[in-house]
C-alpha cells in the first residue's frame, strides 16, 4: 500500500466526510459553535494549528527518519522529499489536523455548553507541575542513552512542552470543556492507531525495533505510535478549546485581545 493510497482510502475519506458534514451543518442547518466557544472564528484557529503542526513536528520527524527511528518504503511514496522525510508525511500533518479539528467542531455544535460552575485555577499549576516532570523523566531517559526507549521518551521529550504551556494557561478551562475534549481525542485517536497499523502491516513504513520498547498493541501497532497519535490529537483538542474558549480571553494581553476581537468581527469586552 503506497504513502498516497493510504492517506486517500484512510484519512481523505473520512475528512472529507467530516468535512461535508460540517459544510452542511453551517450552510444549510445554520448550525454555530456554542458562544462561549466563539472567542475566535473557528476556520482561523483551525488554519493556525496546521501551520503550528507543520512547523513544530517537522525539525522533529526530520531527525527521526535521519536516524532511523522510523523509515518508509521508497517504493511505495513517490520519492519527492522535503529534508529526509516524504512529502506524503508532511501532507499527513496537515490532513491529520484538519481530520481531528473538524471532528472536534462538529462535535461542539452538538453538545450542551457545560454548567458555568467555578474554575479551579489549582489544576492548572498541579497539572503542569505532574506533566513536566514526566517530561523530565523522558528528557533523562533521552541523554542517558536507552536505546529501546529513544522513540518514547523523544516524542515525550518533543511533546509535552506545549501541552504543558497549555495546561498551564487554561487546565481548568479544559476541565470545564471536559466533555468535547474527550469526545474528540479518544475516537481520533483509537481510529488513527488502528490505521495506522494497518499501514505497519502492509510495510508502508517501519519502526525500527531497536529503538524502540517493542510493546505492541494487538500484536501490530507499537506502542510509541499509539502514544504518538495520543499526544498529536491532545495538542490538537486542548488547542483547539482554548483558543476558542471565550474564557481564555481573560487571560490574554489586552493587545491580543483586541486583536481577537477584530478578527472576529465583536468589540472586546471592557
Known sequence: MTYFGFLAKFVVIPLALVGGLTLYDVAYRKKTLPARLSGLPAWIALAAHVVVALVYTTPWDNYLVATRVWWYDPQLVTGITIG?????EYTFFVLQTLLAGLWMLWLARRLPPPPEAPLRPRLRWVSASVTGLVWLA??????????????????LAWALPPIIFQLAFGADILWRYRGVVLLALVPATLYLGAVDAVAIDAGTWTIDPAQSLEIYLGGVLPLEEFTFFLVTNILIAFGMTLVLARESQERT???LQELIARISGVRSRE
Not at 141 to 155: A, D, E, F, N, R
Open 138 to 155: 523522558s528528557v533523562v531517559g533521552l541523554l542517558s542513552g536507552w536505546k529501546p526507549g529513544v522513540y518514547l521518551t523523544i516524542q
Open 253 to 255: 494581553p489586552k493587545g
Open 84 to 88: 529526509w522525510v516524504p512529502i506524503e
